[in-house]
């Protein structure tokens, strides 16, 4: 069984910057995707950063030249570096991953496990 389990979130004043994690059990895929995605209240969820397992990585436009996807095969762990953050920045990020290669996307129907989240919140 897969598990994802998010943690790193927290308040941070803006310009700031936040790393977060994912941690991943029972995870084998050898070709895979895993991605950030985040939810504000009143918005959709939104795909921010991803990551093939052949090291491709693609980002939303709002956040790209801030944030930095990257994967520790070692410790099957998923990071997101999180730089100058912005009050828009502020949502429940949520760490996901697919069964199968997906070409780096951030579109969520792409993928099949999801963690609980972790809050992030700016203030200005």
């Known amino acids: 069984q897969v598990q994802l389990v998010e943690s790193g979130g927290g308040s941070v004043q803006a310009g700031g910057s936040l790393r977060l994690s994912c941690a991943a059990s029972?995870?084998?895929?050898?070709?895979?995707?895993m991605g950030w995605f985040r939810h504000a209240p009143g918005k959709e969820r939104e795909g921010v950063a991803a990551?093939?397992?052949?090291?491709?990585?693609s980002y939303a436009d709002s956040v790209k030249g801030r944030f930095t996807v990257s994967h520790y095969n070692a410790k099957d762990t998923l990071y997101l570096q999180m730089n100058s953050l912005k009050p828009e920045d502020a949502a429940v990020y949520f760490c996901a991953a697919s069964r199968g290669f997906c070409y780096n996307s951030l579109n969520d129907a792409e993928y099949d496990y999801w963690g609980q989240g972790t809050q992030v919140t700016v203030s200005s």
């Open positions: 029972g995870y084998t895929y050898s070709s895979f995707c």
């Open positions: 990551i093939d397992s052949d090291g491709s990585t």
